[in-house]
Structures are given as structure tokens and as C-alpha cells.
């Protein structure tokens, strides 16, 4: 994902769909079609051209736990190189799902999806310590993950 994406303008229509897909990603195109005015084709066109062009992704959100995914974290990332060189080698790393460059405290800030403790020590230690720039990481440990939604609508 870049920076600062630079998508069209979505008109209402596009962006009621995508709400609508928010709230259930496998629902009909025949029943978007008819909660927005559309054909079933169209809606289904409308989707289609939102998704290659990045606007929206239609994925599984699951829950970690129930994976088998026992340690999350949100890492602080300070670095003495330009951030957005770091950013992007961490996107390479598998286990760290969220990836952005602040404007704060921490340069960085990364969440990591982890089997276990010693999966999240070893990340740290040997994956993102390691990369060129980086001088100091904050772990802040998930103790319980109590909201983690996807339908904010399109404002």
C-alpha cells in the first residue's frame, strides 16, 4: 500500500457497496445490486473495478487465538534512516500484519501476529533488529483483544 494513495472518487453508489460489503463480504451481488439501484452485472462490475484498483480487498478476518496465534503485539520502531526504507523491508516479514510510519514517538509502529513468546523474541531479535537502520524497538505485549472490526463505513 502506498503512502498516500491516490484513488477516484467513489460516488455514493460505490461507496454504499462498499459498506455493504463491510458489513458481509460474501453477500449476493444480486442483493447489493438491489440495495443500491443496480443490476446484479453492474454491481458486480462496480466491485470488480474497486478491487483492481486497490480501493477495497474482500478477504477472511479471523481470529488469531482460534489459529493457534498465542502472542500479538503492537512494536514502537525507532530508526536512524529514512523510515520509509524500513518500512518497506519490514512489509517482508510474514509475521507482522500491520506496517506504518508515524510521526511520533516511535518512527515506526508494526503489529506482529505470533505463535508463541519465543517466536515473538525471535522476530525481534533476529528479523527486525537486524535490519540496517533500526537502533531501538518497544514491545507493547496484547493482553486480551477485545474490538478488532473492519466496517468504519466510507465517511
Not at 31 to 46: C, K, M, N, T
Request: net charge negative.
Amino acid at each position: 500500500m502506498s503512502p498516500t494513495p491516490k484513488h477516484p472518487a467513489l460516488d455514493d453508489i460505490s461507496k454504499r457497496i462498499v459498506e455493504l460489503l463491510q458489513e458481509d463480504g460474501r453477500r449476493p451481488y444480486a442483493e447489493i445490486g438491489r440495495e443500491v439501484g443496480l443490476s446484479e452485472a453492474a454491481a458486480r462490475q462496480r466491485v470488480q473495478r474497486m478491487t483492481e484498483a486497490g480501493v477495497i480487498q474482500i478477504v477472511a478476518v479471523t481470529d488469531p487465538l482460534q489459529l493457534g496465534f498465542h502472542r500479538m503485539s503492537m512494536i514502537g520502531i525507532r530508526v536512524d534512516a529514512d523510515p520509509r526504507v524500513v518500512a518497506q523491508e519490514l512489509t517482508k516479514i510474514t509475521e507482522l500484519v500491520y506496517v506504518v510510519v508515524t510521526l511520533g514517538t516511535f518512527d515506526i509502529l508494526v503489529e506482529a501476529v505470533c505463535e508463541s513468546d519465543e517466536d515473538l523474541i525471535d522476530l525481534i531479535a533476529t528479523r527486525i533488529r537486524t535490519i540496517p537502520g533500526v537502533v531501538h524497538t518497544e514491545s507493547l505485549l496484547y493482553a486480551g483483544l477485545y474490538k478488532d472490526l473492519y466496517n468504519w463505513g466510507t465517511r
